[in-house]
């Protein structure tokens, strides 16, 4: 074998097996079993982009040299997640229309001309690594921007294609669409306390890490301003 015949000695560690599953709300921090926040059931595959657009401000300047690096500007990240859904409950097709609400009397769902600042949110994609630890990729304030498309076939399944795409807040304009995540498998489940604040009302929910209950659910807050009317938590480790 050849001194660079080689693969890297934690290949097998770092392999992301099978297709992994779309989440409404995960915690990279305490893992766990997806169930409750599991969008939807697809079919092939899960496709995640995160593609930077930059400006040459050197193109039209005489005598420079193409893709000269102190003069290359990153304009943004075009971030997206798309994939075939075979999924038609209502909180799905209303995710695949966007702009769209369901009506509570009816059951229908009814595109909207408007666009809802609550029509966005982010959403997630795990998958398993082939030691036990997980892959996550998160799209901040995904919306989606393909339309709703379905698919039938005879004996077959009906497919819903969906395209979202992740977008900067006004609120938070440093901080891009798309994140990523790989984490090794945990030995002992981490077991955590929540305990409620008392904000001030200047603080940033985000920034400090604060929690909020969602159902049964403790999950990171992405307020970035007190709410009065919410009760925000901060999580402790036990035996820390």
């Not at 193109?59 to 003069?71: G, Q, R, S």
Request: aromatic share 8%; charged share 25%; hydrophobic share 30%.
């Amino acid at each position: 074998m050849g001194q660079f015949t080689k693969i890297p000695q934690n290949t097998f560690e770092s392999m992301q097996l099978d297709a992994g599953v779309l989440l409404n709300y995960f915690d990279p921090t305490n893992p766990s079993a997806p169930d409750a926040n599991i969008i939807c059931a697809t079919t092939g595959g899960i496709n995640a982009s995160c593609v930077p657009s930059y400006s040459d401000l050197g193109e039209d300047v005489d005598n420079c040299p193409n893709n000269m690096k102190e003069l290359k500007k990153l304009d943004g990240w075009e971030c997206k997640m798309s994939f075939t859904s075979l999924g038609t409950s209502k909180e799905g097709i209303r995710l695949a229309l966007g702009a769209a609400d369901i009506d509570v009397e009816s059951g229908a769902i009814k595109p909207r001309r408007d666009l809802k600042q609550t029509d966005f949110s982010s959403i997630w994609w795990v998958g398993d690594r082939a030691d036990g630890g997980c892959v996550a990729i998160k799209l901040r304030d995904a919306l989606s921007t393909g339309g709703f498309t379905l698919q039938t076939t005879k004996s077959g399944k009906g497919q819903t294609s969906v395209e979202l795409t992740g977008h900067v807040s006004i609120d938070a304009q440093d901080v891009m669409p798309m994140e990523f995540y790989s984490m090794d498998p945990e030995v002992t489940p981490t077991v955590y306390t929540y305990t409620a604040v008392s904000p001030v009302g200047t603080e940033n929910p985000v920034e400090e890490g604060w929690y909020v209950l969602v159902g049964d659910q403790y999950r990171l807050t992405e307020d970035t301003e007190v709410d009065a009317n919410v009760t925000y938590y901060e999580r402790t480790e036990e035996g820390a």
